[in-house]
């Protein structure tokens, strides 16, 4: 979601005449898109903003400006403070105010210094440019198109509710017509994201709501569009017509984000995630039936307050019965103002440390597993890139592993048929397959 706001705002800036750079050094203005999900995002931002202000400080030096932007999450959750810890910086802007960027920048060229963390999710679409085509195309043949945005679901570990407000679902006509001008640049995948992307309810222009499968299907008919993904989900939410949209939207890749967090239904309960082990299990049965090929990835909380060496033990039990293709997993960290937080019976930083590990080393066990169980196969690639060496390009499997293998790059764009002939620790290596050899084999 950070990725697309900072495209958004990349967007919106390009209309005040900024141009994006690589480098720091010729910068005029400076944007943190920052993180505030565990305490180690956000303290990345102050040791950051350290070293901005000293180059601040030179520039002011040689006589020219230089604007420190802190947008984001931590700007949302720390707001004012970030201004008085920090003094280099000019704004702080939350995730629902930046629409209000070229504004705010002409009262910091006053020499003012602002906080904007308003929630108003309807203006901030409604108020964004669309990108140009060649912005569009300089970014690729995949994009993300947001569809939802906020979360009322309160997980006591998380800041999420508070950071990026309640759950509202964007309007399908705002949505398609986002999506037309991607695809008639040349995007060829979608993955449409919200915090809670699978609890979408979004109007259509007769006031009837949508679905997140009903819109799958709706941008599955879309001509342009090669390959449909949707991310972050919650159990909760994955209603039986969005597990169905599996089996009967082709372009629907075969991949399942889908976080657990614990395998424990005691931890889950104090986590408040209203769902237990078997409930996750039960879904992940269903997506089989709908479609036997898709592989699962997960999101994984250990050392939650609470957590003994039991519920930890149900945790790797759930791993070693789902198997996953990948996953993220996080030693628990308090957030100030979640309940997870006002716990007394937190765990040792040690015990989280050691979890993690062999939580880790299972599911690495895991990946390398589904990797190289591809070995062998021939399976769809959507070429995005020029592959690290001459000659070769580079893209994603269905199941979102990076493929290289010798070929042309006019292909970038293209979804072709490869065989894969070896996997490496990070990405697959195949062969291109020519139609005629493939009914051969
Ligand atoms: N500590 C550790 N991990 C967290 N996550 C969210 N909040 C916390 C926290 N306080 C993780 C969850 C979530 C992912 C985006 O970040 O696993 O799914
Ligand atoms: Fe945070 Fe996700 Fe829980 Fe919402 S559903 S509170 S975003 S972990």
Known sequence: MNVYDATRMADLL????????????????VILNTCHIRERAAEKIYSELG??????????????????????????????????RQRAVDLVVGPQSYHRLP???????????????????????????QPSRAQIRARGVSAFVTVQEGCDKFCSFCVVPYTRGAEVSRPVADILAETQRLVDA??????????????????????QEW??????????????????????????????????????????????????????????????????????????????????DVAMSSDFIVGFPGETDADFADTLALIRE??????????????PGTPGAERTDQIDEEVKRERLAA?????????????AATVGKT????????????????????????????????????????AIVAAGSNSLAGRLVGKGEEAKA
């Open 359 to 371: 939580l880790q080393s299972l599911l690495e066990e895991q990946r390398q597993a589904f990797n």
């Open 103 to 129: 504004d705010l920048l002409k009262q910091a060229k006053q020499g003012r210094r602002l906080t904007d963390t308003e929630f108003d999710v309807d203006e901030k679409f409604d108020a964004l440019p």
């Open 322 to 335: 789902v198997g996953f293709a990948a996953s993220f997993s996080f030693k628990y960290s308090p957030r």
């Open 186 to 207: 040349g995007v060829r995948e979608i993955t449409l994201i919200g915090q809670n992307v699978n609890a979408y309810r979004g109007p259509d222009d007769k006031g």
């Open 211 to 292: 679905s997140l499968a009903r819109l799958l299907a709706h941008l599955g008919e879309m001509e342009g569009i090669a390959r449909l993904r949707y991310t972050t989900s919650h159990p909760v939410d994955m209603a039986q017509d969005l597990i169905d949209a599996h089996e009967s939207i082709g372009k629907l890749m075969p991949y399942v984000h889908l976080p657990v967090q614990s395998g424990s239904d005691r931890v889950l309960k104090a986590m408040n995630r209203r769902h237990t082990g078997a409930d996750f299990l039960d879904i992940i049965r269903r997506l089989r039936l709908a479609r036997p």
């Open 14 to 29: 390009g209309r005040e005449g900024y141009a994006e750079t690589a480098e720091e050094a010729d910068a005029d203005l």
């Open 379 to 418: 399976i769809e690639v959507l070429f995005e890139k020029p592959g690290r060496h001459e000659g070769q390009i580079a893209g994603k499997s269905p199941y979102m592993q990076p493929v290289h293998v010798s070929g042309p790059a006019d292909m970038i764009g293209e979804t072709a048929r490869v």
């Open 51 to 84: 070293k901005l202000a000293l180059e601040k400080r030179a520039r002011a030096a040689e006589g020219r400006d230089m604007k420190i932007v802190v947008a984001g999450c931590v700007a949302q959750a720390e707001g004012e403070e970030v201004l008085k």
